[in-house]
C-alpha cells in the first residue's frame, strides 16, 4: 500500500475503467472540475482493448493518475489496486459511466468530517439521466448498523449510492476478489462498521455504457455477465450461509432476491442443480413470477439461453 505523507489528500477517487474510452473522460472531467480540491484521483484501467487510457492521456492534472493492469480481472479488483495506491483517508468508488455533480466533494468533507468513529461508510444520492433518484427511497436519517440497514434495503426499488469507505474499513474487511460482486463486502462492511446516508445529490449515475452487468437490451454485456457468473454464484451462496436468517428476520424481500441472484449466476455457471434449487426456493415464495420461471428454463437449457433471457427481460 503506498505510504501516506504528511500532505495526503483528504479523499482518493478511485475509477476502474474497462473498454470505456467514451464514458471515462467525462467521468474524469466531473472530478477534476471540483472546487474543493483535497483530493486524488486514480483510474484504474482494468485491460482494456479500447484505448480507454488514451482517452485521458492529454489531461495534464497532478491530481490525476492512471494505473494499468495487464489483463481485465473484474471491477473490484481494479478498485482494490486502486485502493492499494490510494493515499487519503477516505476513498470514494465512482463507475467509468459515472459523474459527480458540482460541489459533491465539498459536501462529503463536511460530512465526513463530523462522522462519528463508528461509521466507516459515508454515503449520498444519485440522479440517472431520466432524473430519477438512486437509493429510491430515500435513507433513514442517522447512522444505520446492520439491523436498520438491512430493513431499509428491504424496501429499496433502487439501491445504488455514492459512497466513500473509511481507509480503515480496508484492514478491517477482505475486499471481493477478482469477478465477484460486492455483496458480502457490503454485509460484512455494515456488520463491523455503521454506515449514514445523506438524499442530497452529489452524482449522476449513467446506466448508458455498452458494457454493463445490469440493464437490458444494448447496455447488457452476455459476455461480461458470463465470465463473472462462477465467482458471482460463489458470492451469493455465501452471502446466504452467513447472513440468510439475519436476511430472513429484517429483509425478507433482499432474501429473494438474493436466493434469484444465486440462482440465475449458478445456471450462467453451468450448475444446473445448484441453479435450479435456488430458484425452487425462489418460486416456492412467487410461484406466479413468470421472469423467474423463464429463468429457471432458460438456464436448464443452457447458459447461452439464460443470457439471451436476461438481455430481454433485465
Known sequence: MTERGARAPLF???????????????????VL??????????????????????????????????????ENGGTWAARAAGVREAR??????????????AGALAFFAGKVGGAPPAVGVVGASYRDRTGARWPEPAPPEG?????????WADSLVRADFLAAYRREVFDTV??????????????ETFGRWEKLVFPEICGTIGLDAAN?????????????????????????????????EALRRHAPR??????????????????????????????????ASAG???????????PRTLVATRRVLG
Open 12 to 30: 482518493s477517487v478511485v475509477v476502474p475503467v474497462w473498454n470505456r474510452a467514451a464514458w471515462v473522460r467525462r467521468c474524469a472531467a466531473s
Open 33 to 70: 472540475a471540483q472546487e474543493f480540491s483535497d483530493y486524488e484521483l486514480i483510474v484504474v484501467d482494468d485491460g482494456s482493448t479500447d484505448g480507454s487510457p488514451a482517452a485521458l492521456s492529454d489531461v495534464a492534472d497532478p491530481r490525476l493518475r492512471v494505473l494499468a493492469r495487464g
Open 88 to 101: 487519503g483517508d477516505w476513498i470514494v468508488f465512482l463507475d467509468s459511466d459515472d459523474e459527480l455533480t
Open 143 to 151: 447512522p444505520m448498523g446492520i439491523e436498520r440497514f438491512l430493513a
Open 174 to 187: 477482505v475486499a471481493p476478489q477478482g469477478f465477484a460482486t460486492g455483496t458480502l463486502f457490503e454485509l
Open 212 to 244: 454493463r452487468q445490469t440493464g437490458r437490451g444494448g447496455t447488457f454485456s452476455a459476455e461480461h455477465f458470463l465470465l463473472r457468473a462462477e465467482a458471482c454464484a460463489a458470492v451469493e451462496e455465501e452471502v446466504l450461509r452467513r447472513y440468510g
Open 254 to 287: 433482499r432474501l429473494l432476491a438474493t436466493r434469484a441472484r444465486a440462482g440465475i449466476y449458478a445456471l450462467a455457471a453451468g450448475h444446473r442443480a445448484r441453479g435450479s434449487a435456488h430458484l425452487a426456493r425462489y418460486l416456492a415464495r412467487r410461484p
Open 292 to 302: 423467474m420461471w423463464a429463468f429457471l428454463l432458460a438456464g436448464l437449457v443452457g
